[in-house]
């Protein structure tokens, strides 16, 4: 590739005086900022020049990002790659050159008109990706394909038009893309050398065959595959030679799909959390000791107070009356257990435990509920039209305004972000209108609540979202309906929770439904607190290791009692005396009972207790949050603007909190933090010194107003906001939450504002002092413009005051987008960016570097899951300023060179370096300049790779020898100055830039290379 080859053009506002001649020397064109650019600026391409007179030599074309661009002109004969992304305005490409290696056509959704394929082949294509192209004819994919015998990588994600695919795929084929196409039915037998097959959101597909035989398959994405039911037969494990084993997939990801085996307790608490070795741990249970069943389901009702959510759990148990258990409207939660219930799995009725969850519709406890709405349940939705646009009567401490049902349908979309809940809605209190013997004025009347509802929530809900007619106290309605709604969405809730499970799981779910069926009647069923003070606090609450100990004593009684119905027989050959009841096995069972709502258990409560007596621990919460303005508790808790210590409450609550020990305290506290209604101020931060930790109480800040100068901000330099339909103060909270983790009292706090401020930028320690101000609001409109009470929808307003201000702003609106719904995937990236910009390091943290290899077009894959995951432990030391990380996702700016980076980001003064050895570190060419640059950098500092580079070493990146580190070395050695050359970024190629001098620069980074690869042996040894 000769000097002059290159047509590069970046800017937003172009010159197109480059393509205005013609030059058959030019090989590569680039038209448009890089994909992996952080919000790259769209170009206006209105045309292009005839490439296939004007450009003959062309091989390589690159368009990213263009906007007017409708039409591709003709290709040359020789044109090897094409990739187009982003051009929403283009319909017609010319030609595909049978000379193509790879074509990569993303996001032209106006794309429709394409060269014929009769006759046509593509005897060197490898890579096709037409993702986010749903304007194609399935049947020209078809084709394509077809006609593409030596296909590696085949890629049609979000091509919504795509059903099927050709009943034969290429032989070679190693990686195979459907990620949200979401019409697919099905799936042709796959290639034996698979090693990648991406169906996530493909939620049509049913099932998949069988991918026993496919050895090579390491990369499996069923998340969010909602209709399929059973997880394809996998590959099976291999042994390695260290004696291990290999399992495969290695990626394996089920986030809210439909598979019942394993259980949804085993599909990952995020979408993005990598399953393989538990799913591989449950099926060898399952396998190993034999199969159990789940019979545990939640009803959730929901609502404003006194829209009648006790009377309908009364009405619809059989083991209560309304007439006997009804005693007023609930404060805090009410649980009403159906032991004996039928739920209707399509097939047959199984036998359940269903648990009915009656939580107080006053706005304080909206906190709460949304610890446990994320696990199976179901939602029904009470409604009384008569509270539309009306507020109840003053009623002191659990004041709180009617929320309009919008609310409680978005509260629960933003709480079940990744699945869609079944919800229902029941309109109560119309027992005066309905008419048994009268069904047109029943009709009449539904029609009308119908056409109400549809004004209130619009088509979005109305079409899924059933509406039942019941008077619980008359007994007049639906009932039978709601019922048969009921049974079917238990049924399919408890088939989601799995429809297998290992036998101990099975036997540990009965060992707490016994300890909750003990429990009953020792709680006033109007707000949940204790009545018998003969309960043994070990009844409620119990330690990990307690719990341990009478899971394995459970299980021993029953192994020592002949079978009757259920055979145990292969657990008893392998329990081992208990031995096979590991810790992890037992994280695993309180996992799945938390899924169920049995019990309540997070590895982040205090000694990983585990909370059995779900309704005590919330009264103690309940008694904490207090907000009648006369009592003591809520004029303590304003008075020091929300913040208390576990000294505070003791004081204030001697009554409610009589009796625990430090243990429970500490519970207490944990359990607080869990629900979001307190917020730990790190002591990392404090200001002034004092012995007892801290914590801060939301709901109990002063508001914006009242803080007057102490929010202010000394000039603006820069602001921006957040909108979020969905927005609740949740999400506000978190916010608060991980500002409080990172700040302390170095911050200043309001109910809905806080400021931030610092001295000095990320870890170059750039100075300068800034302020940066975050406002929430919620709507204060609806649809029609009409006032309503505080709900769902509303928007961070955003201001920055100090240097940098458009890059700061950029960092601090994702940072804020990450605590929202619908930014899930990239939150993790967003707040570790932050804090690598904004976290002042204390004095004796220590900075680690990262160095590993990274595609961006696989995300996160085998190569990058152990950064993910040492990067996710390692996060909470930095957000508290002990440890700087070091890493190019979160320290690079666009346009950074990595031998820059790593010379500039601080690896003169890194600490530690952690290097992810594999075969795709040593071949790349980025990795090697990085690892080169950092070895020179210590070296300046007289630093020896030995004492502070740490390898870990993925099975393919082992140096167990000097052959080894020679071998690495002939494939450098080996390659081309064309090959050499084109691994330089086309950013480099430039007319300022000899070739030759280039070239001189790749030798002599590989020649040091060699020395750092002989450093690997010696830290080896």
Request: hydrophobic share 40%.
């Amino acid at each position: 590739m000769d000097e002059g080859s290159v047509i590069d053009i970046r800017a937003a506002k172009p010159d197109l005086t480059p393509l205005q001649g013609r030059d058959a020397k030019v090989r590569k064109i680039v038209i448009g900022e890089s994909p992996t650019a952080d919000d790259p600026e769209p170009i206006d391409l209105p045309g292009l020049p005839a490439f296939e007179s004007d450009y003959r030599g062309l091989t390589h074309l690159y368009l990213w990002r263009t906007r007017a661009l409708q039409r591709l002109p003709a290709l040359p004969r020789g044109q090897q790659v094409i990739e187009i992304r982003d051009a929403p305005d283009l319909t017609a490409v010319k030609n595909l050159p049978a000379t193509l290696e790879s074509i990569v056509i993303e996001d032209c959704p106006a794309l429709n008109v394409l060269p014929e394929l009769d006759g046509c082949s593509w005897p060197r294509l490898t890579e096709l990706s037409l993702a986010g192209c749903t304007g194609i004819d399935p049947q020209w994919i078809h084709g394509l394909i077809r006609a593409a015998p030596v296909l590696h990588h085949l890629d049609l994600s979000r091509c919504t038009q795509v059903e099927r695919l050709p009943g034969q795929l290429p032989v070679g084929l190693q990686r195979l893309e459907l990620n949200g196409c979401a019409a697919l039915r099905g799936l042709p037998v796959l290639p034996v050398g698979l090693h990648r097959l991406g169906l996530r959101e493909a939620s049509a597909l049913e099932a998949i065959p069988d991918l026993s035989g496919l050895a090579a398959l390491d990369y499996l994405d069923l998340a969010f595959t909602r209709a399929l039911r059973g997880l394809p037969e996998l590959p099976p494990t291999s042994s390695e030679a260290d004696g291990g084993e290999r399992i495969r997939p290695r990626s394996l990801f089920l986030f809210g799909s439909g598979i019942t085996q394993p259980p949804a307790s085993e599909h990952g608490e995020h979408p993005n959390d990598n399953v393989a070795l538990s799913t591989r741990e449950y099926q060898s249970d399952v396998a190993l000791i034999g199969r159990g069943t789940v019979r545990r389901c939640k009803l959730l009702l929901l609502g404003n107070g006194g829209a009648g959510k006790t009377c309908l759990a009364l009405n619809l148990n059989p083991h209560y009356r309304l007439d006997n258990d009804y005693r007023g409207s609930t404060h805090g939660i009410q649980l009403w257990d159906w032991p004996d219930y039928e739920a209707d799995t399509g097939n047959a009725n199984l036998g359940v435990n269903l648990h009915l969850w009656d939580f107080g519709g006053q706005e304080i406890y909206h906190s709460t509920h949304r610890l446990f709405v994320r696990h199976g349940s179901v939602f029904i939705v009470l409604w009384d039209p008569a509270q539309d646009g009306q507020q109840p009567a003053p009623e002191g401490a659990h004041q709180d305004v009617w929320q309009p049902l919008r609310y409680w349908l978005d509260y629960i979309e933003a709480e079940c972000p990744y699945q869609q809940p079944l919800v229902a809605v029941v309109c109560s209190h119309q027992g005066d209108r309905w008419r048994s013997d009268d069904q047109t004025t029943n009709h009449a009347l539904k029609a009308e609540l119908q056409a109400r509802l549809r004004e209130q929530l619009g088509d979005e809900y109305v079409e899924r979202v059933p509406l039942f007619v019941f008077d619980s106290v008359h007994d007049r309605g639906e009932k039978k309906a709601l019922s048969a709604w009921i049974a079917r969405s238990v049924g399919q809730i408890v088939q989601s929770q799995g429809s297998v499970v290992p036998t101990h799981w099975e036997i540990a779910q009965d060992l707490v439904e016994g300890w909750l069926r003990r429990q009953t009647g020792h709680h006033d069923q109007a707000d949940g607190s204790p009545t018998d003070e003969t309960v043994p606090l070990d009844e409620r609450r119990l330690g990990f290791e307690q719990f341990h100990t009478r899971l394995r004593e459970a299980i021993d009684r029953r192994l020592a009692t002949p079978d009757a119905l259920t055979s145990f027989e292969r657990l008893r050959r392998h329990w081992d005396q208990g031995r096979f009841l590991s810790e992890q096995r037992v994280r695993r069972v309180l996992s799945f009972l938390t899924h169920s709502g049995w019990l309540y258990w997070t590895p982040a409560l205090a000694d990983a207790q585990v909370i059995i007596d779900q309704p005590w621990a919330l009264a103690l919460v309940y008694a904490c949050l207090n907000r009648d303005p006369d009592s003591f508790v809520y004029k303590r808790l304003t008075e020091q603007h929300g913040r208390f210590s576990l000294e505070d409450l003791k004081q204030w609550c001697t009554y409610e909190l009589d009796g625990l020990g430090p243990d429970d305290e500490r519970l207490l506290l944990s359990f607080m933090e869990s629900l979001g209604v307190c917020l730990r101020l790190s002591q990392r931060w404090r200001v002034q010194p004092a012995v007892d930790d801290l914590w801060i109480s939301p709901t109990h800040l002063p508001p914006a107003e009242t803080l007057g100068a102490a929010l202010e901000l000394t000039s603006t330099n820069a602001s921006d906001q957040v909108d979020a339909r969905q927005l609740h103060r949740g999400h506000w909270f978190a916010i608060l939450r991980a500002v409080c983790a990172r700040y302390g009292d170095s911050a200043v706090y309001a109910r809905d504002a806080c400021l931030l401020r610092g001295t000095s930028y990320r870890w170059t320690g750039e100075p300068g002092e800034w302020r940066a101000r975050l406002r929430f609001t919620l709507d204060q409109l609806d649809s029609h413009g009409r006032a309503k009470p505080p709900g769902l929808g509303g928007r961070i307003d955003i201001e920055f005051a100090g240097p940098e201000a458009d890059e700061r702003i950029a960092e601090l609106k994702a940072f804020v987008k990450a605590f929202l719904p619908g930014s899930e995937r990239l939150a993790a990236d967003a707040v570790a960016r932050f804090d690598q910009a904004f976290i002042e390091p204390g004095a004796d943290a220590k900075r680690v570097f990262f160095s590993y290899a990274w595609d961006p077009e696989e995300g996160q894959g085998v190569y990058t899951e152990p950064v993910e995951v040492l990067q996710a432990a390692l996060l909470p030391y930095q957000a508290s300023g002990q440890l700087g990380l070091l890493r190019d996702t979160l320290a690079m700016r666009p346009g950074d060179y990595i031998s820059r980076y790593v010379a500039e980001s601080g690896a003169e003064t890194t600490d530690w370096v952690v290097v992810f050895s594999s075969d795709r570190y040593w071949r790349s060419w980025y990795c090697l300049m990085e690892l080169v640059s950092l070895r020179r950098a210590l070296e300046s500092q007289h630093k020896r790779v030995q004492d502070c580079v740490l390898f870990i070493e993925q099975r393919s990146g082992r140096f167990e020898s000097a052959a080894d580190v020679r071998g690495a070395m002939d494939y450098w050695r080996q390659q081309s100055r064309e090959t050499l050359l084109s691994r330089f970024p086309p950013a480099m190629h430039n007319r300022s830039l000899d070739p030759e001098h280039l070239r001189d620069q790749y030798l002599s980074v590989i020649d040091w290379a060699s020395g750092v690869m002989g450093d690997v042996l010696d830290c080896r040894r």
